[in-house]
């Protein structure tokens, strides 16, 4: 199989273009072409008025050696067309099943059933382990009966939220399934496959930004956990863990304390908490966990329509249905010396209230898979620093945040209402009083307000100075009307547990942080393929081999 990189046609070329372009870049007729695969398509549209489709693609061809040996002749040091490398995920141990059946065996424990720990349950299950899933929260119906409870009517339940509950905190959002972090396994590859099993679109396998959205992720999610089952494993919700037992003299994990005084003996166990586990933060270092301050972001979530933005980056080609709903990445970086950037944006989406603790107001950004609601919402946030912003202590963070929070719901009105200004009002310096052509989505509703009483001045000093630019790069991303909700907080952890090469934390042997909430992902598509990392460091550790994450 041959892997063709940067193959490029025209925004509307019809289908059989792609079969002729393949075949004038290799060189070949077109009966010798058998076959061939998308395994990657984005776009280029760095020119609005001449749009590119630019595809990776894998194919299979007859006398390949012969095929390849002529190109690179034909085009020397050219690297566009290579031999397709392996994608498959080999299992780290064949023999899972009989060490499960070994006397006093004791399953391997996973904390949490996000991303990371859902994945890395399916395949300790897989690999014939029978692994144990605590989940603080509920199972993924009932969580989001919660969930619209509170942006509905202003009732938060704090163990079963936007937060907590089976899927994690991704399920209530874009459902972005990319990321930026290196892959040199096809992890993120493998996770995307098995999403695609469990009833994911399969476009996702080859758009260059894929994403699932909400009621996709929630069938999925139950597809997951019923292969889990079938395979031996168990999940238990409503079953925070308050405690971790561990060896008095080595300090070696012996099993963990459920919220219900229920003990669970275990020799490893998976932290693949998210970044709002703020009380089981708390437990880790009364247990003395090591535990490191990590810097995260803060801002807002900021709103326009999304027919601005699909004209600002398509132009004529807007309307494209190969396009869809137009996204942006914006970065600056500020004279006050912060990073300014776009976070999780959400075309055709919605903001939502994203808190997990009373009296304090969250946000995030969601969207289905169509992508179909009037505005476009990204976050928009600016770098914290520990030891500058805030101390240099694990915890400190966020205590940080809840500060912040907590200002957020008072300026909303202190009943889960958020603050909000107009972009006009909020870069002259002054409160807002009424909002304007856009229209907000955040539920359960918005107050007019001035943000600078909940965030840090030199956040506020940083975006007011980044708006302008940004519109010189996006025109319109300025405008007056724009909305800005108030607070966007939990951009990631502002924690990290630091782990050794075996997977497992460094001063307590059996721990193995993981995800989002120990530092080690910022997503969807990144948490799960650090549960793939997880789950293999767990198999050769109980089956005695060595270990090196990669």
């Known amino acids: 199989m041959l892997r063709l990189t940067e193959l490029r046609l025209p925004l509307d070329h019809p289908p059989e273009a792609l079969r002729q372009a393949i075949c004038e870049r290799l060189g070949i007729a077109a009966e010798a072409l058998e076959h061939f695969t998308v395994f ?7 020119r609005r008025s001449a749009i590119w489709l630019v595809y990776t693609l894998d194919c299979a061809v007859r006398d390949e050696a012969g095929v390849l040996a002529r190109y690179r002749h034909a085009h020397p040091g050219n690297t566009h067309v290579q031999i397709a490398p392996d994608m498959a995920w080999h299992p780290p ?26 994945m890395a349950a399916l395949l300790l299950a897989r690999m014939g382990l029978r692994p144990l899933l605590l989940e603080r929260g509920k199972v993924v119906r009932e969580r989001t009966v919660d969930t619209f409870a509170l942006w509905r009517r202003s009732v938060l339940t704090p ?25 040199p396994r096809f992890l993120g590859r493998k996770v995307l496959e098995e999403f695609v099993k469990a009833g994911a679109p399969e476009d996702i396998l080859y758009l ?7 009621f996709r992720l929630v069938s999925m999610v139950e597809h997951i956990r019923q292969e889990v089952e079938q395979a031996g494993g168990e999940y238990r919700f409503g079953a925070r863990v308050d405690d971790l037992l561990l060896n008095p003299a080595t300090r070696k994990v012996e099993g963990v304390r459920l919220a219900t005084g229920e003990v669970i003996a275990a020799d490893h166990v998976v932290l693949a908490v998210g970044h709002s586990a703020r009380d089981t933060f708390g437990m880790l270092q ?7 301050a990590k810097p995260f972001s803060m801002g807002v979530r900021i709103e326009h329509p999304q027919s601005v933005i699909d004209t600002a980056q398509f132009g004529p080609s807007a309307s494209n249905e190969q396009l ?3 996204e942006y990445r914006l970065v600056h970086h500020a004279a006050n010396g912060r990073g300014v950037y776009s976070f999780c944006m959400c075309p055709g989406g919605t903001v939502v209230a994203a808190t997990s603790e009373e009296g304090q107001v969250v946000t995030n950004g969601m969207s289905q898979y169509s992508r179909a609601e009037r505005n476009a919402n990204s976050g928009m946030v600016v770098e914290l620093r520990p030891g500058e912003d805030y101390p ?6 966020i205590a940080y945040q809840r500060h912040w929070e907590r200002q957020a719901f008072l300026a909303g009105g202190g009943d889960y209402r958020a603050p909000a200004q107009r972009v006009g009002d909020f870069l002259a310096g002054r409160p807002s009083t009424a909002l304007g052509d856009v229209v907000p989505s955040y539920k359960p509703g918005v107050t007019p307000a001035d943000l600078s009483t909940c965030l840090p001045d030199f956040v506020v000093e940083a975006l007011r100075e980044a708006l302008p630019r940004f519109d010189r790069k996006l025109r319109g991303f300025a405008m007056d009307d724009a909305v800005m909700t108030g607070v966007e907080t939990r951009t990631s952890s502002p924690i990290r547990v630091p782990r050794g090469e075996n997977g497992q934390s460094v001063n307590t042997p059996g721990l193995y942080p993981a995800g989002e909430g120990a530092g080690y992902a910022g997503g969807i598509l990144s948490a799960a393929m650090d549960g793939i990392r997880m789950a293999e460091a767990v198999a050769q550790n109980m089956a005695g081999l060595p270990v090196t994450l990669a």
């Not at 163990?159 to 892959?183: H, P």
């Not at 009364?286 to 490191?292: L, T």
């Not at 240099?392 to 963070?397: E, F, I, M, Q, V």
């Open 392 to 397: 240099d202590d694990p915890l400190a963070g």
């Open 286 to 292: 009364k247990q003395g966990v090591s535990m490191q």
């Open 324 to 326: 869809g709903a137009a």
């Open 208 to 214: 260059a930004h894929p994403h699932i959205g909400t």
């Open 159 to 183: 163990e079963s939220n936007v937060q907590f509950g089976e899927g994690g905190a991704g399920t209530f959002s874009d459902g972005k399934l990319y990321s930026q972090v290196r892959d």
């Open 93 to 118: 141990i064949t023999n899972g099943a009989a060490l499960a059946a070994a006397e006093g065996y004791k399953r391997p424990i996973v904390i949490g059933a996000g991303p990371c720990g859902f």
């Open 40 to 46: 990657k398509r984005g776009h280029d549209a760095r």
